[in-house]
T-cell receptor, first 111, second 114 residues
């Protein structure tokens, strides 16, 4: 069975304190790995897609990386507005485009 | 460019009633997905549709749930004879094609069954 595990479940950072979120996956064949941000009461907002090991994507304070077993979302010098739940999802071969999600990391950035 | 639209945003139903959730995909997208998010749980895939076709319904409960995406109009997720356990946030997403494309999500419909 395809599995996506995110850690930590929750993370509290001070403004400017860089850190990384982890997404480990066990799948039969990875087609793509996706990062989303979800604010309370809203739908997930797309951030990045990674397709192969070694790939990196960057956007403002966020950088996503991918290996054969896991992905990291690095947050550099976070600001309070980066507070959200960050979701990782995978698309797996033979599963007709559906996404399998992890349970997310709740990030809180304080002043 | 309007994003994915869902309505209603909030829906309250009594046990035994029917719930109809609507989703209009992003302009130019013909692939629609429905996901359910239970309190304190992750997003779970329910069904994947293209116009007039159900491609993958492996995540749909076998009874009471159905989905359609007609040639004209929005995609509909229908829940018959709702029970308290159906209370959740239901999200629709769309993508421009099949394959490992990113999916763009709507704001969700929050269903409460009383």
């Amino acid at each position: 069975e395809d599995q996506v595990t995110q850690s930590p479940e929750a993370l509290r950072l001070q403004e400017g304190e860089s850190s990384s979120l982890n997404c480990s996956y066990t799948v039969s064949g990875l087609r793509g790995l996706f990062w989303y941000r979800q604010d309370p009461g809203k739908g997930p907002e797309f951030l990045f897609t990674l397709y192969s090991a070694g790939e990196e994507k960057e956007k403002e304070r966020l950088k996503a990386t991918l290996t054969k077993k896991e992905s990291f979302l690095h947050i550099t010098a976070p600001k309070p507005e980066d507070s959200a739940t960050y979701l990782c999802a995978v698309s797996v071969t033979g599963t007709a485009s559906k996404l399998t999600f992890g349970t997310g990391t709740r990030l809180q950035v304080t002043l | 460019n309007a994003g994915v639209m869902q309505n209603p945003r909030h829906l309250v139903r009594r046990r035994g009633q029917e719930a109809r959730l609507r989703c209009s995909p992003m302009k130019g997208h013909s692939h629609v997905y429905w996901y359910r998010q239970l309190p304190e749980e992750g997003l779970k895939f329910m069904v994947y549709l293209q116009k007039e076709n159900i491609i993958d319904e492996s995540g749909m409960p076998k009874e009471r749930f159905s989905a359609e995406f007609p040639k004209e109009g929005p995609s509909i997720l229908r829940i018959q004879q709702v029970v308290r356990g159906d209370s959740a946030a239901y999200f629709c997403a769309s993508s421009p094609g099949a394959g490992p494309h990113e999916q763009y999500f709507g704001p969700g419909t929050r269903l409460t069954v009383t």
